[in-house]
Structures are given as C-alpha cells and as structure tokens.
Nanobody
Framework: QVQLVESGGGLVQAGDSLRLSCAASGRTFSSYVMGWFRQAPGKERELVATINWNSSHTYYADVVKGRFTISRDNLKNTVYLQMNSLKPEDTAVYYC?????????????????????WGQGTQVTVSS
C-alpha cells in the first residue's frame, strides 16, 4: 500500500511560480516511477510530468515543457513539481501518482492507467 499526499497548491497570478510536493509512504518509494497529472473542470485527466526511480529519465507534456520541472528526493520520499511562468490554462487539480510495477526501471509511465496509487489532489488556480 502506498499513501500519497500533495501540498503546495494555491491561487497565483499569471507568470508566478509554485512548487508542488507529494509525500509518499508505505512502500519503497525510491524504486518506482512517480508522475504528476492534472485535471481541469470539464476535461480529462492529463499527464504533466513523470520521473523514474533514480531521476535519470523524465518526461514532460509539450504544454509544460520548459516551464515545469519534476524532481524527487528519495531520502525524503518526496516528489516535486516546480511550476514557473504559470498561465491561466494551467489551472487544475494536480495529482501525484505512483507506478509501483516499474521497479528500478528507466521507463517513465505516461498513461494514467499505468499508475497504481493516487493522491487526493491539490488545487492550482492561475488568474490572468
């Protein structure tokens, strides 16, 4: 069992930055893939970024590439999403997720069905 708790969301203005955190507990965090997804009202959940167990591989959605950075601290069992140059279209609930089947793999899971555990989400609202 894996528990994921997101934090760091809030209301910001366009152009501002936020850093989201996701604290994990329950199983060996350091060995599996972590991802950040988001879901805006009326839209499907979409991948934002993903990172493999040792940070050697990452993947970003095109819409956030160059603005967002995913990272992890395996000693703290935490994954981060640094979001810069935020835009109103980044407004969504942000979820972190864990794919525990990718044990120490270079693969970075890009689809929501690949993930086994999800956090409750944190709201990010960007005003224009």
């Amino acid at each position: 069992q894996v528990q994921l708790v997101e934090s760091g969301g809030g209301l910001v203005q366009a152009g501002d930055s936020l850093r989201l955190s996701c604290a994990a507990s329950g199983r060996t965090f350091s060995s599996y893939v972590m991802g950040w997804f988001r879901q805006a009202p009326g839209k499907e959940r979409e991948l934002v970024a993903t990172i493999n167990w040792n940070s050697s591989h990452t993947y970003y959605a095109d819409v956030v590439k160059g603005r967002f950075t995913i990272s992890r601290d395996n000693l703290k069992n935490t994954v981060y999403l640094q979001m810069n140059s935020l835009k109103p279209e980044d407004t969504a609930v942000y979820y972190c997720a864990a794919d525990i089947s990718r044990w120490r793999s270079s693969y970075v899971s890009q689809f929501s069905y690949e993930y086994d555990y999800w956090g409750q989400g944190t709201q990010v609202t960007v005003s224009s």
